[in-house]
C-alpha cells in the first residue's frame, strides 16, 4: 500500500482545513488507517484512527471534538477534517495504514506517506 498525503497548508487560528491520503493497492478496503504528526523537536504522535468499515474511530485528547477522521473505501482515501485549529496543531501530518488498535492504544503499521505541512498562524 502507497500512501500520498495533500491539503497542508498555511491556515488561520480557529479556521478549518481538511487533509487528504491517497491510498493504492486493493487491500485498503481491509485495513485500519491513522493520522499521525510530527512538530518539529517532538516525537511523531498518534492523531485519530479509523477501522476498516469506518465504524469505530478513536483520538488523542488534544483533538476530540475538533477533528473528524473518515474513509472512502470505494475511492481509497482517508481523510481528516480539522475544525478549530490552534497553533499546537502546527505540524508535518502523516498517513499511516495497516495497524492495529487495541481499544486504547494504536500502534502503527509499516505503511507511511510522506507527510504534508500544516502551520496554524495567529
Known amino acids: 500500500v502507497q500512501l500520498v498525503e495533500s491539503g497542508g497548508r498555511l491556515v488561520q487560528v480557529g479556521g478549518p482545513l481538511r487533509l487528504s491520503c491517497a491510498a493504492s493497492g486493493r487491500a485498503f478496503g481491509t485495513i485500519a488507517m491513522a493520522w499521525f504528526r510530527q512538530a518539529p523537536g517532538k516525537e511523531r504522535e498518534f492523531v485519530a484512527f479509523?477501522?476498516?468499515?469506518?465504524?469505530?474511530?478513536a483520538y488523542v485528547d488534544a483533538v476530540k471534538g475538533r477533528f473528524t477522521i473518515s474513509r472512502d473505501n470505494a475511492k481509497n482515501m482517508v481523510y481528516l477534517q480539522m475544525n478549530s485549529l490552534e497553533i499546537e496543531d502546527t505540524a508535518n501530518y502523516f498517513c499511516?495504514?495497516?495497524?492495529?488498535?487495541?481499544?486504547?492504544?494504536?500502534?502503527?503499521?509499516?505503511?507511511w506517506g510522506q507527510g504534508t505541512q500544516v502551520t496554524v498562524s495567529a
Open positions: 479509523i477501522c476498516w468499515s469506518g465504524t469505530n474511530t
Open positions: 499511516n495504514g495497516m495497524g492495529a488498535y487495541n481499544g486504547w492504544r494504536y500502534s502503527p503499521g509499516k505503511f
